[in-house]
């Protein structure tokens, strides 16, 4: 029955209606948007499966470092469109710039509705501030020698982009991925030293200055840990990346977490927000190029209907019977 050709797409859009997890605050960093390493159909489906009051663009979001006019996919186009269309719908968006899209600098302190570019951001959550900037200002080579981060940022994209290849083979040999980037990050002690360092560097700068947390991006290297001193302590935060990671940080109840794309199951669902709220009436429409009401639909027409397509089918010799 030609009914039954409908019924996975009625069932897929009528009884499970998941309703977006209200938070009040999320921070994402370092898509670098335009590489061949941005996860961006994953992020869509994770800003889609979300509704914060305030989300935190915490530095390298568009990667001008790397910028090319011959790649730049429409669904990095589509992250875009998400974040401005969530700012229009009452969403506070706070762009704090990075590195690799330190062009943004200049517009500094621009407002725009609800969407402000900035380089730092201080936050009064529940009685605790929390200090926000993207991090590069502690990378001694971004300060010293920038033409060697940035030939840096080049061999990482193309290892991300050779890592992807070897990862679409494992996949194929039903393996499981594998991470070039983390495994050299992990191998090499002056790697591992320059994050110890730079989560410490934020935490005794937070502690002196205050603040009861710091979040930062810039390393690729989630992280939820308090730090203390002698003159006291602080929660540092590190919202991973959309490149290797695919975590953000979310606040909520007075409490962070770590948010894991790969660990939600049901993010997935919310890849196509579009056909997720596409009415019966239109998806059909979209199929068939007539407009059709449901509750008109009987089985009697159903079954002229199927006489006139295998009608159809019979004068252009494509019958199956």
């Not at 003159?231 to 991973?240: A, F, H, K, V």
């Not at 990346?241 to 940080?249: H, Q, R, S």
Request: net charge negative; charged share 25%; aromatic share 12%.
């Amino acid at each position: 029955m030609i009914f039954s050709l409908f019924l996975p797409f009625y069932f897929a859009l009528n009884p499970i209606r998941l309703k977006k997890r209200k938070i009040e605050l999320a921070v994402i960093s370092d898509v670098h948007l335009g590489t061949y390493g941005c996860h961006a159909d994953e992020l869509i489906a994770y800003l889609n499966s979300i509704q914060p009051k305030k989300l935190i663009l915490n530095g390298d979001i568009i990667d001008i470092w790397q910028f090319s006019k011959r790649y730049f996919p429409a669904s990095h186009l589509k992250v875009l469109k998400k974040i401005i269309g969530m700012a229009s719908k009452g969403v506070e968006v706070y762009y704090i710039t990075g590195n690799h899209d330190e062009m943004l600098r200049k517009f500094s302190n621009t407002s725009m509705g609800n969407f402000k570019i900035m380089d730092k951001l201080v936050l009064n959550l529940d009685g605790k501030k929390a200090w926000i900037f993207h991090g590069d200002v502690f990378d001694v080579s971004i300060q010293n020698a920038k033409w060697l981060a940035k030939l840096g940022g080049y061999g990482y994209d193309l290892l991300i982009f050779i890592n992807s290849i070897i990862n679409w083979c494992l996949v194929k040999m039903g393996r499981e991925k594998y991470s070039l980037s983390k495994r050299i990050k992990n191998s090499v002690k002056s790697a591992v030293k320059y994050i110890n360092n730079f989560e410490k560097t934020a935490a005794e700068l937070a502690i002196q200055n205050e603040y009861d947390y710091v979040i930062c991006g810039h390393i690729h290297q989630p992280k939820k840990e308090i730090y203390e001193n002698k003159n006291g302590s602080t929660t540092y935060l590190n919202s991973g990346d959309w490149v290797e990671n695919l975590t953000a940080l979310e606040y909520s109840f007075k409490r962070w977490k770590i948010y894991h794309y790969n660990h939600d199951r049901l993010t997935p669902f919310f890849v196509d927000e579009d056909l997720k709220e596409m009415d019966m009436n239109d998806l059909i429409a979209s199929i068939t190029d007539k407009e059709v009401h449901m509750e008109d639909i009987s089985y009697d027409s159903l079954e002229s209907t199927e006489e006139e397509i295998d009608q159809d089918l019979d004068d252009q010799g494509l019958s199956q019977n």
